[in-house]
């Protein structure tokens, strides 16, 4: 797919219709799906990851964002086996995150993606599972991946574990949209557009444009249906401070909608394309230690994931890792604690067996007591 550079300039821009490759990237595979071509199965492909930090990744619906923010689910899923077949309790961290918080109510399940879509794997850490991973997902999906490499494999106890996930989707428009002229996005230019035109009077194409609401040219929200019903659902100025709260304003307006949800003649569709191809380590949440159910301390070594988007007038793809490598902590002994009175400070005293004090004082200058 064509994109380029200029995507990458057009992905970064602040307002709405950035968040339309959010809301894509966050809910087109959680949408039902029923089915999905197996054709067209290329070689694996080594790819170049974007190395700048302007795109922002968000590990849960229920993160607040910023502009130009992705999210997709493969890292919720294994932490969902780390929460729930490892740990057996909620992760805690001292002192608790908000993500962790975020990520331990389990937004996203493998009840929203079909099995069919994803390959998870959970096991002790050692060049045998590495390669067992990378043989089910060349087997499964005709991929390699670009994360396993990252970990150190090496002298691993049995009691560390690694957990895996890779997501691989590819859907196709009913029928292919036309590509639209080179415009304006925001302040860019010459950002790359498929969608109708308004002279197009192809009824075929209008009706894979479902009308989810519309309120003016810079308030609405529209899906695309696709030969394996999923959904792209896109929307222009979302109102949310997370995706869950973008998306289920999406829903409320679409149920409050009584306009036409129709596409007429004459009305226009433009669409920017959308490549996007993130890799990151997720350090928010590594090196922090906390407890499985049995009392033994754990901490995340290290954290992976990546998110690869495209969409253009044919389709969309989308293909995911995430991993993370859970080391077992050798208990610790007591912290050696330091009491030095040598800043600021409070004295009282008082007499033993009674509630208040006969003398007070705070201190900030000892140098005017002594």
């Not at 809910?27 to 170049?48: D, L, M, R, T």
């Not at 860019?188 to 894979?208: P, S």
């Not at 389709?315 to 993370?324: Q, V, Y």
Request: charged share 35%; hydrophobic share 35%.
């Amino acid at each position: 797919m064509k994109g380029g550079m200029l995507m990458k300039k057009a992905i970064k821009i602040v307002g709405g219709i950035l968040i339309l490759a959010i809301i894509i990237c966050g809910i087109v595979f959680v949408a039902n799906n029923k089915k999905q071509s197996e054709e067209g199965k290329e070689s694996p492909k080594e790819h170049s990851f974007n190395s700048n930090n302007e795109i922002k990744t968000a590990l849960t619906l229920k993160d607040e964002i910023q502009n130009n923010t992705i999210w997709c689910g493969t890292f919720q899923l294994i932490w969902n086996d780390l929460k729930n077949d490892l740990a057996k309790q909620d992760i805690t961290f001292t002192p608790q995150k908000q993500i962790v918080k975020n990520l331990n109510e389990e937004t996203f399940t493998t009840k929203d993606i079909s099995e069919k879509y994803y390959y998870k794997r959970v096991g002790t850490p050692s060049i045998q599972l590495k390669e067992e991973i990378e043989k089910a997902i060349k087997e499964k999906f005709n991929e390699k991946s670009e994360i396993l490499d990252g970990f150190d494999w090496n002298k691993k106890s049995k009691e560390d574990y690694f957990l895996y996930v890779m997501l691989k989707k590819e859907f196709q428009f009913k029928k292919e949209f036309a590509e639209l002229e080179d415009g304006n996005f925001g302040n860019y230019e010459n950002v790359k557009y498929f969608g109708i035109r308004k002279d197009n009077k192809n009824a075929e194409l209008r009706n894979q444009v479902e009308v989810l609401y519309y309120n003016s040219k810079d308030d609405f929200a529209i899906k695309l249906k696709t030969k394996q019903e999923d959904e792209v659902i896109l929307c222009k100025n979302p109102n949310g401070k997370t995706f869950s709260e973008i998306y289920q304003n999406i829903k409320q307006q679409e149920s409050n909608y009584d306009g036409n949800k129709g596409l007429e003649e004459e009305e226009l569709v433009k669409i920017p394309n959308i490549k996007i191809n993130e890799k990151k380590e997720i350090t928010e949440v590594e090196n922090e230690p906390f407890f499985f159910s049995n009392g033994n301390s754990y901490m995340i070594e290290k954290a992976l994931q990546t998110i690869q988007f495209d969409l253009d007038k044919r389709g969309g793809k989308i293909r995911s890792e995430a991993g993370m490598m859970v080391k077992e902590m050798a208990l610790m002994p007591e912290a050696i604690r330091e009491f030095a009175i040598d800043n600021t400070f409070a004295i009282f005293l008082k007499e033993e067996g009674k509630d208040n004090p006969y003398f007070a004082a705070k201190i900030d200058d000892i140098t005017k007591f002594q």
